[in-house]
């Protein structure tokens, strides 16, 4: 009898137990902060190992827009990811961090981060939770050690309050405040310009003649690379630019492989006529001046792309009436919800 | 039904209880015949460059006792990795819990750490794995990974900056199609003839095992301090893990201690 009892006790205890560890993750009640838009692929990231809530979305945003997490407390992710201009460094070449010190690469946009694989213009990180860290410790961004982030964040009430809401307790660790800014980052899903409007057949989505030739152009000359609903086909390529940092040898920095030499991302086209300059190194000021390069200023070297060499010429066949029209496309790209979404916003 | 579970489970925690033990390992950072001392003591390497160490530390992962009929014991997973500095008295004693009782002849692990882990999702980054604490200087976060093995200091012959020298080897191959180098390696250390006894918890036998930090720069590539100041991630960096996977050596077996805190004491680890 009195065995039965312990047992009873025991297993009632673990039941508790169980019981109350259900309850710690349901706190949060996941709300709609990420769908996934009619006309894109599945998402890479694995929302099981960090569902987006309403209440982590709150502190990854809280978080994104403070200075503590630089060493000096001036820069916050936002500084160089300014939601106006699709989350890019407005104006800048090259990123411009702590101290007014200058990076080496262009600050690339935040939007659509659930449906890639991997960051930065050489892709060295393959995991949105890990991407945070790497501006944060870089000396020419924001200069911080993650671990003293976490300390300061420990002494305000605000955070140990926030982080109460998201987790159902006030510890500050490294996973809760790496997926906390990732679900901020996975909830920046850009999908209502109008040219997705035009492709889900939505109200307000016509083009003009111009920008549906443009289209055609873009799908005949450009989509091989800038592929699908992303506009990228995520791979890393030389594109012929003239280089100017011999040092910045881009994918091969990470492989070490001859072969990546040169080689950057294929960044995605959304929004890209306010994510001015262009290129990994801001090079270009306009969209014009894009294409011209990839009419007239490609450049020969080993690891250039072959679809930059066709036919005995390099580059893009691409006469004036024809750039015309495909900038007149992808201005179609802006979507001025994402911009102005105040959700966004602080 | 339920009170036999019960019943079944505390027995099987008994017998557990009776059928494992401990071990302590304690690594020896030498240079060659010498003490590593920090910041103080100048070395020579085979290539005659002077230099001094300023920094040495590394993760050991995945260990494994070895039998004598070849037969191995591998240490649950979570439970196998550990940061050595020698900045650290304390981390250059690891104790090894729930072997199994039996008699060992040799060790191995892989120096650093293993790819799965190196990919593995930020929870799953605890202890000396957070790279916000313990590892925080021994994580590459532009090219996710961890760093393996970290040698700084200086040397005249250093044609770098305050003639500082650096070597940072990580990088555990990439995933998917992101490749990059594999510097993994393995270390496996054969107890000389000696037969490591685990027991019980009472009686806790420590390994030594000596690490030669100069095997960074002696090897089948000799280093040139001039020619590669700074090594970290470039190719130049296989050739320094294939240097350094032969920095492990047997040192001894002490059987005759009962409890960890003793041997530390013994030691003069405290």
Redesign the interface.
């Known amino acids: 009898m009195k065995?039965?009892f312990i047992?009873l006790v025991?297993?009632s205890l673990m039941y508790l137990g169980v019981a109350c560890s259900k309850d710690d993750s349901q706190v949060v009640k996941p709300e709609e902060l990420f769908t996934v838009p009619a006309n894109f692929p599945k998402p890479l990231y694995?929302f099981s190992?960090n569902p987006v809530t309403n209440n982590g979305f709150e502190l990854g945003k809280a978080l994104f827009f403070d200075g503590n997490l630089s060493r000096d407390g001036t820069i916050s992710c936002a500084e160089c990811h300014n939601q106006a201009y699709a989350f890019t460094h407005h104006g800048h070449d090259l990123s411009h961090g702590i101290d007014n010190k200058v990076g080496i690469r262009n600050a690339p946009p935040i939007q659509n981060m659930a449906f890639q694989?991997?960051f930065?213009w050489d892709?060295?990180?393959?995991?949105l939770?890990?991407f945070s860290?790497?501006p944060?410790?870089?000396p020419v961004e924001m200069d911080e050690?993650?671990?003293n982030?976490?300390e300061k964040l420990r002494k305000q009430e605000k955070y140990t309050t926030l982080f109460q809401k998201a987790y159902g307790s006030k510890e500050v660790t490294?996973?809760r405040?790496?997926?906390a800014l990732s679900q901020f980052m996975l909830a920046l899903v850009s999908a209502n310009s109008r040219y997705d409007k035009y492709v889900r057949k939505e109200a307000g989505g016509t083009l003009t003649t111009d920008e549906f030739a443009g289209l055609e152009i873009f799908k005949q000359k450009c989509a091989s690379c800038h592929a699908g609903e992303l506009f990228t086909d995520h791979s890393y390529r030389n594109n012929g630019l003239p280089v100017y940092n011999k040092n910045d040898t881009g994918r091969q920095?990470?492989?070490?492989?001859g072969d990546d030499s040169y080689k950057f991302k294929v960044p995605s086209l959304r929004n890209i006529a306010v994510t001015a300059p262009y290129m990994h190194d801001g090079r270009f000021y306009s969209l014009d001046a894009v294409l011209n390069h990839y009419s007239d200023g490609i450049v020969e070297s080993k690891t250039l792309d072959s679809l930059l060499r066709t036919n005995q010429r390099l580059g893009i066949a691409l006469n004036k009436d024809e750039k015309t029209k495909l900038i007149a496309f992808l201005k179609t790209l802006t979507d001025e919800e994402f911009l102005k979404n105040k959700k966004f916003g602080i | 039904m339920k009170k036999i579970i019960f019943i079944l489970l505390c027995a099987v925690s008994l017998a557990n209880a009776q059928k494992t033990g401990s071990i302590s390992i304690h690594f020896d950072h030498v240079i060659g015949n010498e003490p590593l001392v920090l910041n103080d003591k100048k070395y020579k390497n085979a290539d005659g460059d002077e230099f001094k160490v300023s920094l040495f530390q590394y993760f050991i992962s995945n260990i494994r006792l070895i039998r004598k009929d070849g037969s191995t014991y591998v240490m649950p997973q979570d439970q196998s990795y550990f940061l050595i500095r020698e900045s650290n008295k304390g981390s250059k004693t690891i104790t090894l819990a729930n072997i199994p009782k039996g008699k060992f002849t040799a060790i191995s692990f892989l120096i650093g750490i293993d790819s799965a882990r190196n990919a593995s999702e930020i929870g799953q980054r605890k202890g000396c794995l957070d790279v916000a604490g313990e590892a925080k200087d021994m994580y590459w976060a532009w090219n996710s990974g961890y760093i393996f093995v970290k040698m700084e200091g200086t040397s005249i012959q250093s044609t770098a900056k305050n003639n500082i020298f650096m070597y940072h080897i990580g990088l555990f191959g990439g995933i998917g199609n992101k490749k990059t180098l594999n510097n993994i390696r393995y270390a496996t250390i054969d107890f000389g003839g000696e037969t490591l006894r685990v027991k019980d918890n009472k009686f806790v036998p420590v390994i030594t095992i000596k690490t030669d930090a100069s095997r960074l720069l002696n090897g089948d590539t000799n280093v040139e301090i001039a020619k590669n100041p700074t090594v970290m991630g470039g190719p130049f960096s296989a050739k320094i893990a294939e240097n350094y996977k032969t920095m492990f050596s047997f040192a001894g077996l002490d059987k005759l201690t009962t409890d960890i805190d003793k041997n530390r004491k013994a030691l003069g680890m405290n």
């Open positions: 065995s039965k047992i025991v297993s694995d190992k694989k991997e930065f892709g060295g990180v393959f995991d939770d890990l860290i790497a944060i410790e870089n050690k993650l671990g982030v976490l490294t996973e405040f790496l997926k920095r990470i492989t070490a492989a």
